[in-house]
């Protein structure tokens, strides 16, 4: 063998690897991404999921392609913004509750979908159980059975003599009937009346809290909406003109004025998604991956509101409280 | 004597083959043995790397699952002394607002509870408080027949099965009885979801996890929270089953390769969380574990590549290290074969090869030395050689001029230059040996000058007291080395004159003779060498021959004139005689003649036949006289042919007729034939008459009976004659001679026959002047046949004669 083909070989030998390795990297995983919950003005949500993607090495632009649509709220906007979701030809698709699920399946049936904010997936079709979801949809849920219960007895337990509970709620949400139902049931068990006052648009809120007001409700629960949530600064406001304790399952509505919340938190729902995203995109099926739901349950007050409204909070109360905004 | 062939073939060709043998061996060796090396040490390193990597990966796996473990047992002690405190104080009616606030602090402590409840010492729930359910108080519900109750009390703890709420959450109920009896039971309800932040915080390499499962192989915890939430079974898992039936059977070693849910090859460690009876797993991908080896053998690879070509290149660096000079040894070694021996060998390794080498080198010098000694010693033989046939080329040609001239003065001059020239000295000199005046005279002389030949030519020199003297009396030869040694002579004073230092003589022999003597005269003084000796030995026996063949062809020539001198003398002499003889025959014949014609009167009857007898006999003496006048007159060269033209066959009719009557008288019957048209002859016709006469007068002489034939015929241009007889024929010895003079065939034939015995010899003469031939074909007894062949033209014959 001649020295300088030798040499060569050498070359060839140690050049190799990245030879190989190079091939790979052509196209970048599409990563995409439809957004009730979150607005343009807001993007902490996104931002988290973001983060928790780069954490596993999806880098937008290096190593993945990272798109979507916020919706901010517009229900209505939902399945045209779903449609160029589709468009974008996603490998992966994120999407919150379980409007924007849907209206993904729909612009994208064979697309696998993770969605983070889920309220109760089996009630709401999107999966046939937690175990073993059997679609193309899997996720985290933000959402158990007896949670509202639970809200309803920590309210109770902050406000004393409560004859009745108001219920601001969007009926062209999925789960604003589950919700009453549950809500109503809670109730129930402590003798108290429901008052639901709907709103569909943010026009709407304003009567409804009124109305809720003058229905006689101790306090009300804000329904967790994509309307409300982009209106829940305004909600605080009108909550607390009225005199008005709000409560919801959503711990980010608390700082916009509302009285307590008691659920998941919603950015670690947002970082667990990634971890879906990256077992998709790492070949498993959505069927095969149990829908989670978060290990943690925050109980968030807001002591400013507590005082603005004269409530006196138990000693009970603040100790399990994980949350407190004073 | 060497094959032609090993020379012939190139040898370079050959050795580039062979070299490319050995060539490769060297190499492939080289490469194999750092090969096999490299080899079985990098095999070796990587198996005890392996061996150690896995051992210490599987240690520190051990270490990681026992901390896990010790954690997991810690978070579980960690609830267990927080529910402790709930139990602290017996039941009392007002102690319940308390002990809510307990439950609720735990709650907010321990995050794992996501229910607790509270039972007096009978068994009945008092307080339930829960995250997501309700609190309840004084709810009196029984649960005394509950294992947990029941397994509190009796073991003051009580770990319950792990199970999954809505089919995914994996739950387990602790309870914790108080230190006293009356204190009750405090029931937790456990999420180990939370055991996920323990597990996910072990990291074991890239892909490593670990995961805790429990007493009945069910997954409790693992990274990936789905496969907990999926309940997943993991007791068929090889590892997981070791594990599990470890605690009955000590004998069971732990699993450390195993395959994982996944399926991958793992390296796996567990401990016991012992008061759980759980297993923390801690695994690691085998092809991760492996990955620093199969880094190490990609390197050992490498290495070995490198090592390859570092081989090959020592291998041909030292290929040609060792082969370089070996081919150089047999280059040399086959320009040694060739001839060359000039050349060295140029091997500088500084080892054997050198040593080698060297040996070559001195091999080579030893060689050339003999070479050039025998070079030398050819040369000197050549050289040797050359003399040789120098002086034999100059032998040759004094030999030559030995028998070619009679001229001995130039032939001694010539012997004396030639000596001088082949023994390489300046000058020499041949004295001829007078025997009647006893004294040697200078004949010839060579290289020196008119004043020495003078001086030498004036003396005397005798046998007695001269050098040269000596030299022949002593019949051998005599040196003087150096004439300054010698006594004085006036010759060798002379010739010391002259220049000359040393001389030699060799005396010149004849068996019981002197006849000269050799000498040669050198300027440098010093002996002469045998060889030049010996050579002018052999000169001088030449000088001696040519001085021989000088005195006998004078003494030849003198007695030659002599006998010239004499024939003339005979030949004259026969011719005056006979002259003078035939003129007193012709008075007695004449007067006879008158006698018988009674011109002086008349005779008597008796003295008629006298008459008759003295005429008779008159005329064969004169028959005789004119024969020996004739032969005389040819031997002295007196007769000429008077040629001219004549009928051959007139001549032999004369014959016939002449001596028909006396063949007739023996009663001989002789023939003649002799064809018609017979050309005509030129020649002497009286001499050939006489010719033919003799020869068939001859034949009717000694024939006594039978016949004669004669017969003539034209041959060419020759006209042939034979003359047959029936008579004794002649001897073989007899048939030359008999054409010599004086002579007649001898035998009993012949006896009593008259004759001069001149007639064949004058026959012979008279063909011969002709131009012909005459000879005789014959058998004793069978009778004789002479042939005589004449030119038709003997004019023509003569002129070409």
């Keep these: 063998m001649r020295r300088r083909d030798l040499m060569a070989l050498i070359a060839c030998a140690t050049a190799w690897p990245r030879l190989a390795s190079a091939q790979t990297a052509n196209k970048l995983p599409v990563i995409g991404y439809l957004a009730l919950n979150v607005s343009e003005q807001e993007p902490e949500l996104i931002d988290a999921f973001r983060d928790a993607l780069a954490g596993l090495g999806y880098v937008e632009g290096k190593t993945a392609t990272i798109v979507g649509r916020h919706a901010a709220g517009n229900l209505r906007a939902l399945n045209l913004l779903a449609k160029q979701v589709a468009a974008l030809r996603p490998d992966v698709i994120l999407a919150d509750t379980a409007t924007p699920i849907k209206a993904m399946r729909a612009a994208a049936p064979d697309v696998p979908i993770v969605g983070a904010l889920m309220g109760n997936p089996i009630a709401q079709g999107l999966v046939a159980s937690f175990a073993h979801p059997g679609g193309n949809v899997t996720g985290i849920a933000a959402d158990v059975e007896e949670l509202r219960a639970k809200l309803l007895e920590l309210a109770l337990e902050a406000i004393a003599g409560v004859k009745a509970i108001g219920l601001l709620r969007n009926p062209e949400g999925d789960n604003a009937a589950t919700l009453e139902r549950e809500l109503r049931d809670a109730a129930a068990k402590h003798g108290i009346a429901l008052h639901a006052a709907d709103a569909r648009t943010p026009d709407d809120i304003a009567g409804a809290i009124e109305q809720l007001s003058q229905s006689g409700a101790a306090f009300f629960y804000v329904q967790a909406n994509g309307v409300f949530n982009s209106e829940r600064y ?6 607390l003109a009225r005199h008005l304790p709000g409560i919801s399952d959503q711990n980010r509505y608390v700082p916009a004025g509302l009285l307590m919340s008691y659920g998941v938190k919603t950015v670690d729902n947002y970082r667990r998604a990634a971890v879906f995203i990256d077992k998709i995109l790492k070949g498993a099926k959505p069927a095969d991956l149990p829908v989670e739901f978060p290990t943690r349950v925050v109980l968030t007050i807001n002591l400013k509101t507590a005082k603005a409204l004269g409530i006196t909070l138990s000693q009970s109360l603040l100790l399990r409280a994980d949350e407190v905004i004073e | 004597m060497r094959d032609g062939a090993t020379i012939d073939t190139p040898p370079l060709a050959q050795a580039a083959k062979k070299r490319g043998g050995l060539f490769r061996k060297y190499i492939v060796l080289f490469v194999a043995v750092v090969c096999v090396a490299l080899l079985s040490n990098g095999l070796l390193e990587i198996y005890f790397s392996y061996q150690e990597l896995t051992a210490s990966l599987i240690r520190l796996q051990r270490e990681q699952a026992d901390a896990a473990a010790a954690k997991l047992a810690q978070f579980i002690d960690e609830i267990q002394n927080q529910l402790g405190w709930t139990t602290q104080l017996p039941w009392s009616p007002g102690s319940v607002e308390q002990r809510r606030f307990d439950a609720l602090r735990l709650l907010r402590q321990v995050p794992a509870i996501t229910e607790l409840a509270l039972l007096d010492a009978s068994g009945h729930e008092q307080l339930h408080v829960s995250r997501l359910a309700m609190d309840v108080i004084g709810s009196n519900l029984d649960l005394s027949k509950q294992p947990a109750f029941t397994e509190a009390i009796a073991h003051k703890v009580y770990y319950g099965p792990v199970y999954f709420r809505r089919e995914s959450e994996p739950y387990m109920t602790l309870a914790l009885a108080g230190t006293r009896r009356e204190n009750g039971v405090a029931i937790a309800e456990v999420n180990l979801k939370l055991i996920w932040d323990v597990v996910s915080q072990i990291k074991v390499g890239e892909h490593g996890d670990a995961y805790v499962v ?23 898992l090889a590892q997981v089953n070791a594990a599990l039936h470890a605690a009955d059977d000590p004998q069971i070693e732990p699993v450390q390769v195993g395959d994982d849910i996944q399926g991958r090859k793992v390296l796996t460690a567990y401990a016991l969380v012992a008061p759980l009876g759980w297993f923390v797993f801690v695994e690691l991908p085998v092809a991760e574990a492996n990955a620093p080896i199969y880094g190490s053998i990609a390197r050992s690879s490498i290495l070995l590549l490198a090592a390859l070509a570092l081989a090959c290149l020592a291998g041909l660096f030292l290929a040609r290290r060792m082969v370089g000079p070996i081919r150089a040894l047999q280059l040399g070694a086959a320009r040694f074969g060739g001839g060359d021996l000039k050349q060295r060998i140029a091997v500088k390794t500084g080892d054997e090869l050198e040593l080698l080498s060297d040996q070559f080198n001195d091999m080579g010098a030893r060689l050339e030395e003999s070479y050039a000694d025998l070079e030398r010693k050819v040369d000197s033989r050549t050289r040797e050689l050359a003399q040789s046939v120098e002086e034999l080329r100059a032998l040759g040609e004094v030999s030559q001029a030995v028998n070619s001239t009679l001229d001995l003065t130039a032939l001694l001059a010539t012997i004396v230059a030639k000596a001088a020239q082949l023994s390489g000295t300046e000058a020499g000199a041949i004295y001829v040996y007078d025997e009647d005046r006893g004294e040697f005279r200078l004949r010839a002389t060579h290289g020196m000058s008119k004043a020495l ?6 003396e005397h020199i005798d046998l007695q007291d001269t050098t040269i003297g000596l030299a022949a009396l002593h019949r051998a030869p005599i040196q003087l080395p150096d004439l300054n040694d010698a006594p004085r002579t006036a010759i060798q004073e002379a010739i010391l004159n002259a220049g000359f230092r040393a001389l030699l003589v060799v005396p010149l ?8 003597a050799l000498v040669i005269r050198r300027r440098a003084p010093g002996n002469f060498t045998k060889a030049t000796i010996d050579l002018l030995e052999t000169f001088a026996s030449q000088s001696v021959l040519a001085i021989q063949n000088a005195r006998l062809f004078s003494e030849i020539e003198e007695k030659g004139h002599q006998l010239e001198i004499a024939s003339q003398h005979k030949s004259q002499f026969l011719a005056n005689m006979s002259h003078e003889l035939r003129t007193p025959l012709n008075a007695i014949l004449g007067y006879t003649e008158l006698m018988l ?11 008629h036949g006298v008459l008759d007898r003295i005429q008779s006999n008159g005329r064969h003496l004169l028959g005789l006289i004119n024969d020996v006048l004739d032969l005389s007159k040819i031997e002295a060269g007196q007769v000429t042919l008077s040629i001219a033209d004549y009928s051959l ?3 032999l009719q004369g014959v016939f007729v002449a001596l028909e009557s006396l063949a007739r008288d023996k009663e001989i019957a002789l023939q003649l034939d002799v064809p018609v048209a017979l050309p005509k002859a030129r020649g002497d016709e009286r001499r050939m008459k006489q010719v033919l006469l003799n020869l068939v007068g001859n034949a009717i002489k000694f024939t006594e009976r039978g016949s004669i034939l004669v017969a003539a015929e034209k041959q060419g241009e020759f006209f042939a004659i034979l003359v047959r007889d029936t008579g004794p024929g002649i001897a073989v010895e007899e048939r030359e001679k008999i054409f010599e003079e004086f002579h007649q065939a001898d035998n009993s034939a012949t006896k009593g026959k008259s004759g001069t015995g001149l007639g064949l010899a004058i026959a012979k003469r008279i063909v011969e002047l002709h131009g012909g031939r005459i000879w005789v074909e014959s058998e004793l007894g069978q009778g004789s046949t002479f042939f005589v062949s004449i030119p038709v033209n003997a004019d023509v014959k003569l002129e070409h004669a």
């Design chain 2, 453 to 458: 030949i003078d001086a030498i030519a004036s």
């Design chain 2, 649 to 651: 066959e007139d001549v």
């Design chain 1, 234 to 239: 305004r909600i605080g406001q009108l909550a």
């Design chain 2, 214 to 236: 429990d007493g009945h192989g069910r997954l409790i915890a693992h990274p990936d929270i789905s496969l907990v939430l999926r309940n997943t079974d993991m007791s068929k």
């Design chain 2, 597 to 607: 014609d009674e011109i002086y009167g008349a005779v008597p009857e008796r003295m």
């Design chain 2, 509 to 516: 022999l004849r068996p019981e003779h002197i006849v000269g």
